[in-house]
């Protein structure tokens, strides 16, 4: 099976370019030359010296003792929490950003919903001198306050969207009309495997260091560079794709991705897209797609504002579609479970996007001699506040 | 004859098309503005289908958009308001939308319905080119439709020529690197596109839009394309002064210059 993308963006029936024509040249610039640069040997210096020195990788990955008790298995967590700005997010950023560079621009504009990607290019911009503006829906600058005040001070000036619901769809409609209006000087770092190709495959690649560190490091502390599963957690599903990239062609590794379920899938406030959606447009690519069935584009909800997104990203429709990976969801309550368990079992506070990933241990079934890998895609102290309510309502 | 073409055709220049937004101001706003257009004397409608993520937008038609979609525009509704339009315009009447509402209603269908309504064309900002030649053009050709595909200051001349082989009746001229709404006048930097394109000699004729919003940048358009295309400032002044016959005559009034 292929799960490469095709030289028109397509994964299968997925991916393409579904663009505005006044946005085409900006793109085909990036199609024509994402390749050669990722390529190219004084890049690849470039990036992993960025890699090592400046993010702090290789991440570890951690054996998880009491965790691994607890679920009766051998658990592994990737640990991109501990990367600079806190996240995987920077993978994808240091990479854009260098890429950038070489297009020669000198505008950066982002989107971000939780402000983790807006942290992580305004991070990268401050790092290379280059302006940085990053639109967030207002309603999410509202909720992630304490990483609006990070841009700023990194230098960034965060543009709040008051357009349709104003959340990360929104802010990412924004920063495509911006890219419209300024078609000759601007990057557009996309945060995730989503929007016209080339970006789904650009961001896959970034990420891709994920899977590539842990065949090294699985090899090193197990014997075997292929675990039995591998989980992470999927909004528009950057850090999954890049988990999952190097194992795609081994079939023996299972793959499972995990959907915010938000207050439950049937309870019509849920971001599942796998779940809930058809195929559709949106963003510049076909993927799926939570819609009504005249085609607009529902609003999700999940607690989590980093999994808060209607699509996702064309590579995991592609391999839901062919089943190589599988698809599950937690609620937000299962994850806000997950994340004091693994506090309490292991002195780790997750992002609460990860602990989606967390929760699927409660619901798979795993023998005590498999490997399970866990993508830690980010750390907790944005989801504080959350926590805290947790903790009053529970009495903890 | 496709009407599109008749028109041009018929008519020289200076030629005046409207966009609005179908279900904006009122949900059933729709045909009573495309008659009282035709008879205030504009030469074209393009009936905008709304989407909730137009990305291509600017805030004027952005809201229009939000509100068609409150009032619970969507495209079944907007093809039974349409049935009987032939009856009263003969004008040439084109939709314009993205395309997820249109593959979500399957574009037989949609193709389908444009014929029996009348329609003569469509733009779809967000189709590709490409992807139209191979997956597209057979279903708006069964169905007479023209494709108008849309061309702007960056795009390079190869492709120029490719536009000016495939779209139908016309090619959307966008008069600058933006979204659409509304200027007071053009740079020499634009004035200087719409002379390298008219030296182009293409077969196709354009129309320019994005940013026409009074007779100064219409006249000015005209000077260099067959016509203009006016969306954003209609739209303004149907929130602000009603869609009633007086206030869509005196606009068109206020634009026109033959």
């Known amino acids: 099976m292929d799960f490469e993308v095709n030289p028109k963006g397509f994964y299968g029936e997925f991916g393409g370019a579904f663009i505005p024509e006044m946005l085409y040249p900006n ?11 990722l390529h ?5 210096q470039e990036y992993r010296k960025l890699l090592k020195d400046y993010v702090g990788r290789p991440s570890p990955l951690y054996f998880a003792p009491r965790l691994s008790g607890f679920y009766q298995t051998r658990i592994f967590l990737k640990r991109e929490d501990l990367n ?14 260098l890429v950038a560079k070489r297009l020669g621009k000198t505008r950066i504009i982002a989107e971000t919903g939780a402000g983790q990607h807006g942290v992580a290019t305004a991070t990268v911009c401050a790092l290379m001198g280059l302006k940085c503006i990053v639109y967030m829906g207002k309603i999410d600058a509202e909720r992630q306050a304490p990483n609006v005040l990070r841009m700023k001070m990194l230098g960034a000036e965060v543009v709040p969207v008051y357009s ?3 959340t990360l769809k929104d802010a990412t409609n924004e920063a495509i009309r911006d890219w419209i209006n300024h078609p000759a000087d601007t990057h557009y770092i996309i945060g995730s495997v989503v929007g016209p190709h080339p970006y789904p495959d650009l961001v896959t690649r970034l990420q891709a260091i994920i899977s590539e560190e842990m065949k090294r490091q699985l090899r090193e502390q197990t014997g075997n560079e292929n675990p039995g599963f591998i989980i992470a957690c999927v909004g528009g599903g950057s850090n999954a794709a890049g988990a999952f990239y190097h194992y795609l062609d081994n079939p023996e590794v299972r793959l499972i991705a995990v959907e915010a379920a938000g207050k439950g899938i049937d309870s019509g406030e849920s971001a599942a897209t796998m779940a809930l959606g058809h195929p559709g447009i ?3 690519s076909r993927t799926m797609l939570m819609q009504t069935e005249d085609g607009q584009i529902t609003e999700p909800y999940s607690l989590s504002a980093g999994l808060d997104y209607p699509g996702i990203g064309p590579i995991h429709s592609h391999l839901f579609k062919t089943g190589r990976a599988v698809y599950e969801n937690a609620t937000d309550e299962e994850s806000l479970e997950a994340a004091f368990r693994l506090t309490r079992l292991e002195g780790i506070i997750p992002a609460l996007e990860s602990a989606h990933a967390l929760a699927f241990l409660d619901k798979g079934r795993f023998k005590p001699d498999d490997v399970v890998v866990i993508i830690l895609s980010g750390r907790g102290d944005k989801d504080m506040d959350t926590y805290i309510r947790y903790m009053e309502k529970h009495d903890m | 004859m496709n009407r599109i073409d008749q028109l041009f055709k018929d008519k020289p220049g200076n030629i005046l098309s409207l966009y609005f937004t179908a279900g904006h101001p009122a949900l059933n706003s729709t045909t009573g503005i495309i008659k009282t257009l035709a008879r205030a004397g504009a030469d074209m409608v393009e009936i905008g289908i709304p989407f909730s993520d137009p990305m291509a937008d600017g805030p004027v038609i952005q809201q229009s958009s939000d509100k068609a979609l409150k009032n619970g525009m969507s495209l079944s509704i907007l093809f039974r308001q349409l049935r009987d339009i032939r009856n009263e315009v003969t004008i040439p009447l084109l939709m ?21 309504t009348g329609i003569d064309g469509v733009i779809l900002p967000d189709l590709p080119l490409d992807l139209y030649l191979e997956e597209y053009r057979e279903t708006m050709k069964k169905y007479e439709l023209h494709p108008v595909f849309l061309m702007s200051p960056q795009t390079d001349n190869d492709r120029i020529r490719l536009i000016d082989q495939t779209s139908g009746g016309f090619i959307y001229m966008v008069s600058s690197s933006s979204t659409t709404g509304t200027r007071d006048s053009f740079s020499p930097e634009q004035i200087g596109y719409f002379e390298r394109i008219n030296g182009m000699n293409l077969k196709t004729p354009r129309l320019i839009g994005f940013g026409i919003s009074s007779r100064e940048t219409f006249s000015m358009a005209c000077k260099y394309a067959r016509g203009a295309i006016i969306g954003s400032a209609f739209i303004k002044m149907l929130d602000s002064k009603g869609d009633d016959e007086a206030s869509i005559r005196s606009f068109i009034q206020s634009i026109r210059i033959g």
């Open chain 1, 164 to 166: 349709g619901n104003m």
């Open chain 1, 27 to 37: 793109v085909m610039e990036l199609q024509r030359n994402y390749l050669n640069i």
């Open chain 1, 282 to 284: 949106l963003h510049g």
């Open chain 1, 40 to 44: 190219d040997a004084y890049f690849q």
């Open chain 2, 96 to 116: 314009m939308g993205y395309l997820n509402p249109v593959m979500q209603f399957g574009l037989d269908n949609f193709c389908r319905n444009c014929m029996e």
């Open chain 1, 84 to 97: 600079h700005t806190g996240a995987h997010k920077i993978n994808n950023t240091i990479g854009q950003i």
